[in-house]
């Protein structure tokens, strides 16, 4: 039995309706920005794995410092434990961080950081305005019925004075397949079977100069319940790539900050100069309350999430009353080797070639977005840093079609890994991508663009 047949017998894939699924290509190994099959066959990894990739597969510098750290500490329990990889990384990251972060909080990916994120907001608001004679009463769990089961505060006393527990979030966002992390992002097929189980939000449009100002109204009417806003900065990745407008941005998160709700900057996938700076909310002035990071954390070599806050934040949970404390935590948090693999990708960042890749990554989009501009069968060509991408005329709006199943087969065979999102092709190459592949990654988009009108 080959790899594939073999896992066909005890593998389940993400994301994948098995029945009929195509076999799973088996890759072999990676370099720099190519995939290499069984076959020996090379595909250019075009969309960074999943968005992870920044440096290149296989890298050598982080491989050794991962190495290196797997033969002195590989993993410790981070609740009474520290060590120098987890401080290190941290003490790194927070002067990198758009606005005055003091505090980072460790887990394993970016649905675990939005995860935290919203359950670090919503307890800011309970620290804050529970009050502490509620608190005091103690918690008690109670049998309510038809087995029914409930922990809390003594009856009658749980809501008093804390009222902020909704969430604001944009439509057609995207911030993981936890539970929390589903409520908050919009609904669809990804979330149709759950719609029952997730918590109410506040849904609002993304900005656009026709629709802000009712948004805006949606705020002020719920200004006394929101608790945070979350958002995906300047593009709303798994939603299509969809970009939106910087300074739109800036004036809605100045309304959500006049309620005195905390801010969410879904940072997992433009983190990491994906969108032309640091962070996408280096685009704004109005800095976020809590960010969240994965994916490029590592230089998508290990599995690592990030959520940040402010003194504001934090400082809410420091305090004699044992009920204020974060309770969460997972087996694997801050561990040594992803925080290492983390530290060797921000010291490949800070190199002068990575910094000149990222522009001229940017400028090669630009070009080639372009060209693309003589195809008509293909629309809202844009893009932002190093992120290219544009909607096939025709093709449904959604994942449940053909399109891109067929794009990816043929990019395949022509040696390029594209995956587009329902009828959105897109590119985001790791930044070590060389010129020669780049442009086989233009040319072989152009003709399967010219296969499909023909
Ligand atoms: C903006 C955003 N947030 C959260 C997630 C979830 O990250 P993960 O797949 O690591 O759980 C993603 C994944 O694509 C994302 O794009």
Not at 144 to 152: C, F, H, Q, S, V
Not at 248 to 260: E, F, H, I, Q, Y
Not at 281 to 297: A, N, R, W
């Amino acid at each position: 039995m080959n790899l594939a047949e073999r896992d066909k017998q005890v593998v389940w894939h993400p994301f994948t309706q098995q029945k009929d699924m195509p076999k799973p290509v088996a890759i072999a190994k990676a370099k720099g920005s190519l995939l290499f099959d069984e076959k020996g066959n090379s595909y250019i990894d075009a969309i960074s794995s999943w968005w992870v990739n920044l440096h290149g597969h296989s890298h050598p510098y982080i491989a050794e410092k991962i190495y290196q750290q797997a033969l002195e500490l590989e993993h410790v329990i981070f609740a009474g434990f520290t060590h120098e990889p987890a401080v290190r990384l941290a003490e790194r990251l927070l002067p990198l961080l758009p606005g005055n972060f003091s505090k980072i909080f460790y887990s394993d990916n970016g649905s675990t950081s939005t995860e935290v994120a919203l359950k670090m907001a919503i307890q800011y608001w309970w620290n804050r305005d529970a009050g502490d004679g509620t608190r005091d009463a103690g918690y008690e769990i109670r049998d309510t019925g038809y087995g029914m089961r409930d922990a809390g505060l003594p009856a009658g006393r749980q809501d008093a004075g804390y009222v902020r527990k909704k969430i604001l979030a944009f439509k057609n966002s995207y911030h993981g397949d936890t539970f929390g992390a589903m409520s908050v992002s919009d609904r669809s097929v990804f979330t149709l079977a759950f719609h029952e189980l997730l918590f109410e939000v506040i849904f609002i449009d993304t900005p656009t100069a026709e629709n802000i100002e009712e948004s805006k109204a949606i705020i002020q009417q719920h200004k006394n319940e929101i608790a945070a806003f979350i958002y995906e900065p300047l593009l709303q990745g798994a939603g299509g790539m969809k970009m939106y407008d910087a300074i739109l941005l800036n004036d809605l998160l100045r309304t959500v900050k006049s309620t005195g709700a905390l801010c969410i900057a879904d940072e997992v996938m433009t983190g990491f100069d994906r969108t032309g700076k640091f962070f996408a909310s280096d685009h704004v002035t109005e800095k976020p309350d809590i960010i969240c990071l994965s994916k490029g954390l590592t230089g998508g070599t290990m599995a690592l999430g990030v959520t940040a806050c402010t003194d504001k934040v934090y400082n809410e949970y420091v305090n004699d009353d044992k009920l204020k404390t974060f309770f969460h935590g997972h087996s694997f948090t801050a561990n040594p080797i992803a925080c290492s693999a983390a530290l060797a990708s921000l010291d490949l960042l800070e190199k002068q070639e990575c910094h000149q890749q990222i522009k001229w990554i940017s400028e090669q989009n630009k070009n080639f977005a372009g060209e693309l501009g003589s195809f008509d069968h293909i629309k809202n060509i844009r893009c932002l840093g190093t992120i290219l991408a544009f909607e096939i005329i025709g093709g449904k709006d959604e994942y449940l079609n053909n399109i891109s199943v067929t794009i990816t087969q043929k990019a395949m065979e022509k040696g390029v890994y594209i995956r587009p999102l329902g009828n959105t092709v897109y590119i985001m190459p790791p930044y070590c991508i060389t010129a020669e592949e780049l442009s086989k990654v233009y040319n072989v988009i152009s003709e399967i663009l010219r296969e499909l009108m023909s």
